[in-house]
């Protein structure tokens, strides 16, 4: 089987290598907000062509204007995109149009980071201030992105040296006893560029028991060997001593202990029981690279890349009536490599095809025990992008073979030892972008995708569907007893119990007209998902955390995007997201998606060098859980979660710039008005936060 693959791509090598120049995949897209779809710079060759995909992309300049600290502020204006931090573990993790977190997958600098044990990438982690952009993709996403991501990606792409010699220092202090440094250094010979960061970040936080000490680093060096070829090496490592808030009842201002249920693979459902006082000592994170392009003739380009993450972390709360104290240690390790050709077969087409194999590797330690999980996927895929003037279409093909296995050591209950999964996928992806005028443009997109189980899933198979709480019997004619769910119709059922986890697989569809004239652009988007084996979680049977599929669930709404600029040096913009995350199993919308969100800001950009951001952001009403999961996730039982329904809010952000020679000073305020609400069942959200700092360029 290795040799046929082996022949497959030698074969496929050796024939697009004779076919013209490639179209790479890196669309520069000129946006004045937030969403645009229009012509984008696709080569160095500097040729122009419709865009078949939609992306949203925000700028170094919108993410320097909202004062953003990290990849989470710089997200939460757009739309169908949610960033929610109600687990209890803190995470900042992005939900797309009422999926989980595990179905985002996120890019940084092409490295897939991909958390073995929950799937949740914390994006705090990544420091806005390094971010050159980020690109947004929702629903079908291409085939050179993988399809593994039914909710959608996030790509982003760090700083290069734009000059000979530049350094820089940031200085910022703020409420709470706030303090952050940053500082660059890079540089750019012609041939040699280079970029170095470091970051520190100390905080007492916005309530008892929040606060933080973190450092980032990062890295980035590019090399043009010659004309023909490049290399470019880059990596992350980021270290945070972090505690996490508690939950507190706003009728009595105590805290609300911890109900357990889910969290972790070697404990009960209830290992989290009683616990308060949670926090990470320490939590680490890092990323390793390296990207080679060759350009093997007019008409070919060749890249190779490698690639590393990890992450560690100590997990500890603190114990009701005990000194002792819980703990779980969680280390998991991502490698992998991807080849991939590009080719303009001719003046109106361009083909992709690629190759990319990939381990995850991921250990937990528990006072209850230790599990191991073992991943192995492989995927090749191609894509053939055609640009006919008024008509852009992208049709992708992607193949997946997976494999893994699961082993837990644990007296803490009656653990199924080993588990292994096995499996394929064949997800075709289809888009296009229609110029119906000059102005107006008609853009849409089908595609499959799925999701694999990941390590606290296939670990536990065993839940039952469908599930209630609620739990009655009747006696049998030979005095024997059955047991029922209530399910919310009224009806009595057994219920399947799950053997065996499927992949989650979802069909994403989406249709949209956008319009542009004059500084004027508008766009809306109707999108819709059908999701096979959802995989939820439910924490009895055995006393852990089983999972189990729901055989269908379906996902449905639209979002408006508004750019205006309204003078010379003001532009606004307006995002309306309606999204029905209906959980049929629950009879509920998804916990901590709201049926709408909404927002509206305005930027000045004047010559005399003073700058200012005005934006507010609404987040309708929504039911929240107290989760050890994120709420709605395959890691949360339904069972005794505290509920919370949490009421409609609105924010409003300030920040204001002015630059003086080489120093740019500037003021933020967060949460203007300071208004209550809370960001997650018995959350209480951060109150008015001010900033005030400088940043002092040297060249």
């Given at each position: 089987m290795k040799k046929k693959k082996l022949a497959f791509l030698a074969s496929c090598l050796l024939l697009y290598s004779s076919f013209p120049l490639?179209?790479?995949?890196?669309?520069?897209?000129?946006?004045?907000?937030?969403?645009?779809?229009?012509?984008?710079?696709?080569?160095?060759?500097?040729?122009?062509?419709?865009?078949?995909?939609?992306?949203?992309?925000?700028?170094?300049?919108?993410?320097?204007?909202?004062?953003?600290q990290?990849?989470?502020?710089?997200?939460?204006?757009?739309?169908?995109?949610?960033?929610?931090?109600?687990?209890?573990?803190?995470?900042?993790?992005?939900?797309?149009?009422?999926?989980?977190?595990?179905?985002?997958k996120i890019f940084i600098d092409g490295v897939p980071l991909s958390p073995v044990g929950d799937g949740k990438v914390d994006l705090r982690n990544i420091p806005a201030d390094n971010i050159e952009k980020i690109e947004i993709i929702k629903g079908a996403v291409p085939v050179i992105y993988g399809t593994d991501a039914p909710g959608g990606v996030i790509y982003i792409t760090t700083k290069k040296a734009t000059q000979k010699m530049a350094e820089s220092l940031t200085i910022t202090s703020g409420s709470n006893n706030t303090q952050r440094y940053f500082a660059s250094v890079g540089g750019d010979t012609g041939k040699f560029n280079y970029n170095f960061t470091a970051k520190k970040e100390d905080t007492d936080g916005y309530t008892a028991h929040s606060k933080l000490s973190a450092d980032y680093y990062s890295g980035k060096m590019s090399w043009d060997i010659n004309n023909k070829s490049s290399l470019t090496l880059f990596g992350s490592y980021s270290e945070r001593q972090e505690e996490q808030p508690n939950r507190i009842d706003p009728a009595t201002g105590l805290i609300v202990l911890n109900?357990?249920?889910?969290?972790?693979?070697?404990?009960?459902?209830?290992?989290?029981?009683?616990?308060?006082?949670?926090?990470?000592?320490?939590?680490?994170?890092?990323?390793?690279?390296?990207?080679?392009?060759?350009?093997?003739?007019?008409?070919?380009?060749?890249?190779?890349?490698?690639?590393?993450?990890?992450?560690n972390s100590h997990l500890l709360a603190a114990l009701l009536n005990t000194t002792d104290k819980l703990n779980l240690w969680w280390d998991g390790t991502v490698k992998?490599?991807?080849?991939?050709?590009?080719?303009?077969?001719?003046?109106?087409?361009?083909?992709?095809?690629?190759?990319?194999?990939?381990?995850?590797?991921?250990?937990?330690?528990?006072?209850?025990?230790?599990?191991?999980?073992d991943y192995t996927g492989k995927s090749f895929y191609l894509q053939n992008v055609t640009n006919l003037g008024k008509l852009a279409t992208s049709f992708g093909?992607?193949?997946?073979?997976?494999?893994?296995?699961?082993?837990?050591?644990?007296?803490?209950?009656?653990?199924?030892?080993?588990?292994?999964?096995?499996?394929?996928?064949?997800?075709?992806?289809?888009?296009?972008?229609?110029?119906?005028s000059d102005k107006t443009n008609l853009h849409g997109s089908i595609g499959k995708s799925y999701r694999w189980p990941n390590a606290k899933e296939r670990s536990g198979p065993g839940g039952i569907y469908p599930y209630s709480d609620t739990q009655t019997y009747l006696t049998n004619s030979d005095g024997s007893v059955t047991y029922y769910y209530v399910m919310a119709d009224g009806s009595l059922s057994q219920g399947t119990v799950c053997d065996y986890l499927l992949p989650e697989t979802a069909i994403n569809r989406e249709l949209g007209l956008g319009y542009s004239l004059h500084g004027f652009k508008f766009d809306i988007t109707y999108f819709n998902k059908d999701i096979t084996n959802m995989i939820k979680g439910q924490g009895f049977g055995q006393q852990h955390t089983q999972y189990?599929?729901?055989?269908?669930?379906?996902?449905?709404?639209?979002?408006?995007e508004i750019n205006k600029k309204i003078a010379d040096h003001v532009k606004g913009f307006l995002n309306y997201t309606y999204t029905n995350a209906f959980d049929t199993l629950l009879q509920l919308q998804v916990r901590d998606i709201p049926y709408r969100k909404f927002s509206l800001g305005l930027n000045y950009t004047g010559q005399d060098g003073l700058n200012a951001n005005l934006a507010l952001n609404y987040i309708g009403s929504c039911t929240s859980a107290f989760s050890n999961g994120n709420g709605n996730g395959s890691g949360d039982s339904p069972t005794r979660m505290l509920v919370q329904k949490l009421p409609s809010y609105s924010t409003v952000d300030l920040k204001v710039s002015k630059t003086v020679d080489n120093r740019d000073y500037y003021i933020k305020i967060s949460n203007l008005f300071d208004k209550k609400y809370y960001a997650g069942a018995y959350l209480a959200a951060p109150d008015r936060y001010i900033e005030t700092g400088v940043t002092v360029k040297f060249q």
């Open positions: 490639a179209v790479t995949a890196a669309e520069e897209a000129n946006t004045g907000g937030d969403t645009e779809v229009e012509e984008v710079v696709v080569t160095a060759a500097a040729f122009k062509q419709l865009n078949p995909v939609k992306f949203t992309v925000i700028t170094e300049d919108e993410i320097k204007s909202k004062g953003a990290n990849a989470a502020d710089a997200l939460k204006d757009v739309t169908g995109l949610y960033i929610t931090s109600s687990n209890t573990k803190g995470k900042a993790i992005a939900q797309f149009r009422g999926s989980d977190a595990d179905n985002t109900s357990g249920r889910s969290g972790a693979t070697t404990g009960k459902s209830s290992y989290w029981s009683n616990s308060y006082d949670w926090e990470y000592d320490p939590i680490k994170n890092s990323y390793t690279g390296a990207l080679y392009n060759q350009k093997l003739n007019a008409n070919s380009e060749l890249s190779f890349k490698v690639y590393r993450s990890k992450e992998g490599y991807e080849l991939q050709n590009t080719i303009r077969t001719s003046k109106v087409n361009t083909a992709t095809w690629g190759y990319s194999y990939e381990t995850r590797s991921f250990t937990e330690q528990s006072n209850s025990g230790h599990s191991y999980y093909y992607r193949h997946y073979e997976n494999s893994d296995n699961a082993n837990i050591r644990t007296i803490a209950y009656n653990s199924p030892a080993t588990q292994y999964g096995k499996g394929t996928a064949d997800d075709p992806v289809f888009s296009l972008n229609y110029a119906l189990y599929n729901i055989p269908h669930v379906d996902m449905h709404g639209f979002e408006v």
